[in-house]
């Protein structure tokens, strides 16, 4: 088992075949800034190329367990998400981390097979340039209101309404870029945890229970 630190490194370690990684996350109240995603995944870009998921997960360790649901989502609604099969191995890392914050465990773990996965350096600073203007927009006008909606026990009630989006993702992954709905649903409930603001929390279990909503009046009612 490897435990993951911010800073206090020369260089990214890998976990070895058959371990998997430690993440400590602040258990705080959500108090980070969208901007400290692009800073974080700019940060790992530049440790090397091709920059593993253990690097990216090492610059965002401490952070609000927020971010370990938003950051993957928000890559996938970037043209990294057009990477066949990537889609699915990051909706599979945020179920792995939410079902780990839906049973309260504060020490988060990440398995070898996924920490060791790449992403080419020029795809992730690529990426960051994307959500830069997104996140500066949040940054601006988000803040931390309806703060219920970001503790718990709606923290946990989020955790399992983004495993059963990560759910889909597999089945959309068919169909290019369809991916994304679920994806950008799942990265409201990421920054509104990141950044303690409930309007997010709001907006994504809207759009959460009105696609379930459809979903059983398509499949089931009709």
């Given at each position: 088992m490897q435990h993951l630190r911010r800073r206090r490194r020369k260089a990214p370690r890998e976990p070895k075949r058959g371990t998997g990684v430690q993440v400590r996350h602040a258990t705080g109240d959500g108090m980070a800034k969208a901007g400290d995603i692009v800073e974080g995944l700019c940060a790992a870009a530049r440790e090397g190329d091709p920059v593993a998921v253990s690097t990216i997960v090492d610059h965002f360790d401490r952070r609000s367990?927020?971010?370990?649901?938003?950051?993957?989502?928000l890559l996938e609604i970037t043209p990294i998400g057009g990477i066949p099969g990537l889609p699915t191995a990051l909706a599979l890392f945020i179920a792995l981390m939410a079902v780990q914050i839906a049973i309260g465990r504060e020490d988060l773990w990440l398995p070898g097979f996924l920490a060791r996965r790449t992403i080419h350096e020029d795809k992730v600073e690529a990426a960051a340039e994307k959500l830069r203007p997104l996140t500066d927009w949040m940054d601006r006008h988000l803040g931390r209101h309806l703060v219920a909606l970001t503790k718990p026990p709606m923290q946990q009630a989020a955790a399992l309404m983004v495993i059963v989006l990560c759910l889909t993702v597999p089945f959309l992954e068919i169909v290019p870029f369809a991916s994304t709905i679920p994806m950008a649903t799942i990265a409201m409930f990421g920054?509104?945890?990141?950044?303690?603001?409930?309007?997010?929390?709001?907006?994504?279990?809207?759009?959460?229970l009105a696609a379930l909503g459809v979903a059983f009046w398509a499949f089931v009612l009709r």
């Open positions: 367990i927020g971010a370990f649901i938003a950051v993957p989502a920054l509104g945890l990141l950044t303690g603001d409930g309007r997010l929390m709001a907006l994504a279990w809207t759009l959460s």
